[in-house]
Protein backbone atom coordinates (compact mmCIF):
# COMPACT_ATOMS: atom_id res chain seq x y z
CA UNK A 1 0.00 0.00 0.00
CA UNK A 2 1.38 3.70 -0.73
CA UNK A 3 1.13 6.28 1.50
CA UNK A 4 1.99 9.58 1.94
CA UNK A 5 2.60 11.71 5.79
CA UNK A 6 3.03 15.25 5.96
CA UNK A 7 3.95 15.93 9.44
CA UNK A 8 2.92 19.84 9.88
CA UNK A 9 -0.40 21.24 9.48
CA UNK A 10 1.12 24.54 8.88
CA UNK A 11 4.40 26.11 8.34
CA UNK A 12 5.05 30.19 8.80
CA UNK A 13 7.99 31.76 7.75
CA UNK A 14 8.97 35.18 6.77
CA UNK A 15 9.72 36.38 3.92
CA UNK A 16 12.94 36.04 2.00
CA UNK A 17 13.87 33.13 4.40
CA UNK A 18 14.92 29.75 3.46
CA UNK A 19 11.72 27.33 3.93
CA UNK A 20 11.16 23.56 4.21
CA UNK A 21 7.90 21.63 3.75
CA UNK A 22 8.26 18.00 4.80
CA UNK A 23 7.42 14.81 3.12
CA UNK A 24 7.56 10.80 4.03
CA UNK A 25 6.52 8.37 2.13
CA UNK A 26 5.65 4.90 1.85
CA UNK A 27 5.65 2.44 -0.67
CA UNK A 28 6.69 -0.69 -2.43
CA UNK A 29 9.30 -0.55 -4.81
CA UNK A 30 10.44 2.30 -6.77
CA UNK A 31 8.19 5.77 -6.03
CA UNK A 32 7.78 8.38 -8.17
CA UNK A 33 7.45 11.56 -5.93
CA UNK A 34 5.41 14.72 -6.83
CA UNK A 35 5.14 18.31 -5.33
CA UNK A 36 1.82 20.32 -5.76
CA UNK A 37 0.32 23.48 -5.01
CA UNK A 38 -3.34 25.14 -4.48
CA UNK A 39 -4.53 28.07 -4.65
CA UNK A 40 -7.48 29.06 -2.96
CA UNK A 41 -11.30 27.97 -5.29
CA UNK A 42 -8.08 26.50 -7.41
CA UNK A 43 -6.87 23.05 -8.63
CA UNK A 44 -3.69 21.40 -7.76
CA UNK A 45 -0.80 22.36 -9.98
CA UNK A 46 1.75 20.72 -10.35
CA UNK A 47 5.25 22.03 -9.13
CA UNK A 48 8.27 19.10 -9.22
CA UNK A 49 8.47 15.29 -9.50
CA UNK A 50 11.31 13.20 -8.88
CA UNK A 51 11.18 9.61 -10.96
CA UNK A 52 14.84 8.74 -11.41
CA UNK A 53 18.35 10.19 -11.34
CA UNK A 54 19.72 12.70 -9.60
CA UNK A 55 18.48 13.25 -5.84
CA UNK A 56 17.83 17.06 -6.03
CA UNK A 57 14.75 18.25 -8.20
CA UNK A 58 14.07 21.79 -9.25
CA UNK A 59 10.67 22.81 -10.23
CA UNK A 60 8.76 25.56 -11.03
CA UNK A 61 8.79 29.00 -9.06
CA UNK A 62 12.12 28.60 -7.64
CA UNK A 63 11.15 25.15 -5.88
CA UNK A 64 13.32 22.30 -5.34
CA UNK A 65 12.69 18.92 -3.30
CA UNK A 66 15.72 16.24 -2.16
CA UNK A 67 14.68 13.11 -2.75
CA UNK A 68 16.02 10.78 0.50
CA UNK A 69 15.60 6.90 0.18
CA UNK A 70 17.12 6.18 3.47
CA UNK A 71 14.91 8.08 5.28
CA UNK A 72 11.84 7.66 2.47
CA UNK A 73 11.52 11.54 2.44
CA UNK A 74 10.91 14.12 -0.10
CA UNK A 75 11.27 17.31 1.22
CA UNK A 76 10.19 20.91 -0.43
CA UNK A 77 12.67 23.25 -0.64
CA UNK A 78 12.94 26.84 -1.25
CA UNK A 79 16.03 29.37 -0.74
CA UNK A 80 14.17 32.83 -0.33
CA UNK A 81 10.43 32.45 0.48
CA UNK A 82 8.01 35.05 -1.19
CA UNK A 83 4.48 36.00 -0.15
CA UNK A 84 2.84 34.98 -2.90
CA UNK A 85 4.04 31.27 -2.36
CA UNK A 86 1.42 31.43 0.29
CA UNK A 87 -0.79 28.12 -0.11
CA UNK A 88 -1.69 24.40 0.56
CA UNK A 89 1.22 22.44 -0.66
CA UNK A 90 0.65 18.23 -1.01
CA UNK A 91 3.09 15.94 -1.30
CA UNK A 92 2.07 12.66 -3.19
CA UNK A 93 3.16 9.30 -4.08
CA UNK A 94 2.76 6.61 -7.35
CA UNK A 95 4.40 3.30 -7.50
CA UNK A 96 6.98 2.97 -10.57
CA UNK A 97 4.59 2.83 -13.85
CA UNK A 98 1.54 2.65 -11.84
CA UNK A 99 -1.37 4.99 -12.29
CA UNK A 100 -2.65 5.50 -8.55
CA UNK A 101 -1.63 8.38 -7.38
CA UNK A 102 -1.99 8.84 -3.40
CA UNK A 103 -2.00 12.47 -1.56
CA UNK A 104 -0.51 13.62 1.53
CA UNK A 105 -2.98 15.77 4.04
CA UNK A 106 -1.35 19.10 2.70
CA UNK A 107 0.61 21.13 4.55
CA UNK A 108 -0.50 25.19 4.63
CA UNK A 109 2.49 27.56 3.85
CA UNK A 110 2.16 31.61 5.62
CA UNK A 111 4.76 33.69 4.19
CA UNK A 112 4.80 36.98 6.64
CA UNK A 113 6.23 40.01 4.72
CA UNK B 1 -5.62 22.58 -25.29
CA UNK B 2 -7.83 24.18 -22.59
CA UNK B 3 -7.05 21.68 -19.53
CA UNK B 4 -8.85 19.82 -17.66
CA UNK B 5 -12.81 21.55 -17.63
CA UNK B 6 -15.37 20.37 -15.03
CA UNK B 7 -18.77 21.43 -14.54
CA UNK B 8 -20.46 23.11 -12.46
CA UNK B 9 -18.18 24.74 -10.60
CA UNK B 10 -20.22 25.32 -7.87
CA UNK B 11 -23.57 22.63 -7.07
CA UNK B 12 -25.91 23.76 -4.02
CA UNK B 13 -29.17 20.94 -3.83
CA UNK B 14 -31.00 19.38 -0.99
CA UNK B 15 -30.55 16.39 0.61
CA UNK B 16 -31.70 13.16 -1.40
CA UNK B 17 -31.50 14.75 -5.10
CA UNK B 18 -28.75 13.26 -7.60
CA UNK B 19 -26.01 15.01 -8.43
CA UNK B 20 -24.15 14.71 -11.39
CA UNK B 21 -20.63 16.33 -12.10
CA UNK B 22 -18.57 16.07 -15.16
CA UNK B 23 -15.46 16.30 -16.92
CA UNK B 24 -13.59 16.65 -20.10
CA UNK B 25 -10.17 15.72 -19.67
CA UNK B 26 -7.24 17.02 -22.09
CA UNK B 27 -7.64 15.75 -25.61
CA UNK B 28 -5.70 12.49 -26.17
CA UNK B 29 -5.60 10.83 -22.64
CA UNK B 30 -8.25 8.34 -21.72
CA UNK B 31 -6.90 7.95 -18.52
CA UNK B 32 -8.51 10.02 -15.40
CA UNK B 33 -8.94 10.53 -12.00
CA UNK B 34 -12.08 12.01 -9.37
CA UNK B 35 -11.00 12.62 -6.17
CA UNK B 36 -12.43 14.49 -3.56
CA UNK B 37 -11.67 17.06 -1.23
CA UNK B 38 -12.72 17.86 2.32
CA UNK B 39 -11.23 19.78 5.37
CA UNK B 40 -11.88 16.52 7.36
CA UNK B 41 -10.29 13.82 4.83
CA UNK B 42 -7.99 16.08 2.78
CA UNK B 43 -7.90 14.88 -1.11
CA UNK B 44 -9.12 11.65 -1.31
CA UNK B 45 -9.07 9.62 -4.48
CA UNK B 46 -12.15 7.72 -5.62
CA UNK B 47 -11.68 6.32 -8.81
CA UNK B 48 -9.16 5.77 -12.10
CA UNK B 49 -10.06 4.79 -15.32
CA UNK B 50 -7.50 3.80 -17.69
CA UNK B 51 -8.82 3.46 -21.46
CA UNK B 52 -11.93 4.20 -20.16
CA UNK B 53 -12.19 1.39 -18.23
CA UNK B 54 -12.43 1.79 -14.47
CA UNK B 55 -9.23 0.31 -13.15
CA UNK B 56 -9.52 1.27 -8.75
CA UNK B 57 -12.93 2.34 -7.87
CA UNK B 58 -12.22 1.24 -4.07
CA UNK B 59 -12.39 4.43 -2.73
CA UNK B 60 -15.86 5.10 -4.23
CA UNK B 61 -17.47 5.84 -0.41
CA UNK B 62 -20.90 3.53 -1.18
CA UNK B 63 -23.05 2.64 -3.65
CA UNK B 64 -24.88 5.65 -3.83
CA UNK B 65 -21.62 6.75 -5.57
CA UNK B 66 -20.87 6.24 -9.47
CA UNK B 67 -18.60 6.97 -11.99
CA UNK B 68 -18.74 6.67 -16.52
CA UNK B 69 -15.83 7.47 -18.78
CA UNK B 70 -18.01 6.56 -21.92
CA UNK B 71 -15.47 7.95 -24.08
CA UNK B 72 -11.85 9.66 -24.00
CA UNK B 73 -13.68 12.96 -23.94
CA UNK B 74 -16.08 12.86 -20.96
CA UNK B 75 -16.46 11.19 -17.62
CA UNK B 76 -19.26 11.66 -14.98
CA UNK B 77 -19.51 11.19 -11.38
CA UNK B 78 -23.25 10.63 -9.94
CA UNK B 79 -24.39 10.54 -6.37
CA UNK B 80 -27.99 9.57 -5.67
CA UNK B 81 -29.65 10.25 -3.55
CA UNK B 82 -27.17 13.20 -2.34
CA UNK B 83 -26.47 13.63 1.34
CA UNK B 84 -25.05 16.20 3.18
CA UNK B 85 -21.67 14.61 4.28
CA UNK B 86 -20.80 14.69 0.40
CA UNK B 87 -20.62 17.90 0.87
CA UNK B 88 -17.00 18.77 -1.00
CA UNK B 89 -14.94 19.60 -3.59
CA UNK B 90 -14.26 17.21 -6.61
CA UNK B 91 -11.61 17.55 -8.70
CA UNK B 92 -11.30 15.48 -12.00
CA UNK B 93 -7.42 15.08 -13.36
CA UNK B 94 -5.50 13.69 -15.82
CA UNK B 95 -1.82 12.36 -16.74
CA UNK B 96 0.80 14.17 -18.54
CA UNK B 97 0.22 16.43 -21.39
CA UNK B 98 1.14 13.94 -24.12
CA UNK B 99 0.10 10.95 -24.74
CA UNK B 100 3.29 8.81 -22.32
CA UNK B 101 2.55 9.13 -18.88
CA UNK B 102 4.79 10.91 -17.08
CA UNK B 103 3.60 10.78 -13.64
CA UNK B 104 2.32 14.18 -13.42
CA UNK B 105 -1.19 14.86 -13.11
CA UNK B 106 -3.21 18.17 -14.25
CA UNK B 107 -6.47 19.12 -12.14
CA UNK B 108 -9.44 20.96 -13.16
CA UNK B 109 -10.46 23.67 -11.00
CA UNK B 110 -13.35 21.34 -9.19
CA UNK B 111 -16.80 20.89 -8.45
CA UNK B 112 -17.81 22.72 -5.04
CA UNK B 113 -20.99 20.36 -3.88
CA UNK B 114 -23.12 21.85 -1.06
CA UNK B 115 -25.72 19.40 -0.22
CA UNK B 116 -28.14 20.82 2.30
Known amino acids: AQSVAQPEDQVNVAEGNPLTVKCTYS??????LFWYVQYPNRGLQFLLK??????LVKGSYGFEAEFNKSQTSFHLKKPSALVSDSALYFCAVSRTGGFKTIFGAGTRLFVKA | DAGVIQSPRHEVTEMGQEVTLRCKPI?????LFWYRQTMMRGLELLIYFNNNVPIDDSGMPEDRFSAKMPNASFSTLKIQPSEPRDSAVYFC??????????????FGEGSRLTVL
Open chain 1, 27 to 32: VSGNPY
Open chain 2, 93 to 106: ATPGTGTANTGELF
Open chain 2, 27 to 31: SGHNS
Open chain 1, 50 to 55: YITGDN
